[in-house]
């Protein structure tokens, strides 16, 4: 009969499918970030708030904060919230067991509208601590609002939220720890982790077919304020967004709220890193354009549709600072 093999034939052709298949998932499993669908509550609007540098017990008005957070969700009936990190002060959390957990997250942003899924990026002062605790699941199942992880994606379809590991980008934590000790558990070596970091996000960006591009991270590539630039960012990952023509780009870790606009691509910079102590009193130069600068404490909102954003700044008490948009023309081919 035409097509009969021999059985060796046919034990190698078998071999060969599955070493074929298992290569393929090797190769999907390696080149992707998680992924994570947040369906919108109706077609075409996504709303949000974002908030960064925050669990101090309450303290340094951060409560004050997180009960003006809890009236804006509620006018704005936002579908998640995001962290742009150092969400346990000072040193990140020390196990699964720690009180922080509850004394700076659960009981304090406690109003019905932030009842919502939280996305997460870990800070500098969160690699302080125990950092496979924080991301662990424990604290999901203590709070199922908890999802902290370190680069992943969130997809409402209309908007992509690409969550990166600024962390261990930045050079001095490795070289200069100080007094620190740093959790560098399944991240070590750097270059390694880095390199990985950016192939998988840069692949991630060109898949992309959002209307709009958003990338969130720890550190700041523009600031104006204590920390200001991070050189390993305008270095390794700003090629990378103006290449991918990213949006908008997210961050913490100056404590304080800005809007800086980039000279020589679309490119907007928003820093939320004011929710618990602020008022450091330092602004710096900056190369690109300032917008808007408040140095105490707030939060930021969000709304997004498939043509237009608008962005707001409040302070600790719930009071509009800066109100921003932006339209983008609609691809008319579609
Ligand atoms: C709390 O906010 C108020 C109003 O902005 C400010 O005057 C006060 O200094 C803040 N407290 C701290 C500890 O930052
Ligand atoms: C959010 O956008 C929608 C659609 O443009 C609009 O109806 C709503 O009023 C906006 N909400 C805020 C708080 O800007
Ligand atoms: C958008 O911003 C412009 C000023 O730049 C303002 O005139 C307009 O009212 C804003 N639109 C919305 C929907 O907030």
Known sequence: MAGDLHKPQALALVLMVIAEISLFFSIIANAELQRFHHPMKNNDLVSLLVIGDWGRNGNYNQSQVAAQMGKVGEELDIDFVISTGDNFYEDGLVGVHDNKFAD????????????????SVLGNHDYRGDVVAQLSSVFRKIDNRWLCMRSFIVDTQIVEFFFVDTTPLVLKYWVQPEDHHYDWRDVAPRPQYVANL????????????????VVVGHHPIRSVSEHGDTEELLELLLPMLKANEVDLYLNGHDHCLEHISSIDSPIQYFTSGAGSKAWRGVRKQNADDLKFFYDGQGFMSMNFTKTDVKIVFYDVNGQSLYPWNMTKQLNTFM
Request: charged share 30%.
């Open 104 to 119: 700076s997250f659960t009981n304090i942003y406690t109003a019905k509208s932030l009842q919502k899924q939280w996305y």
């Open 198 to 213: 950016l192939k998988d996000l840069d692949a991630a960006l060109k898949e992309s077919t959002a209307e709009w591009k």
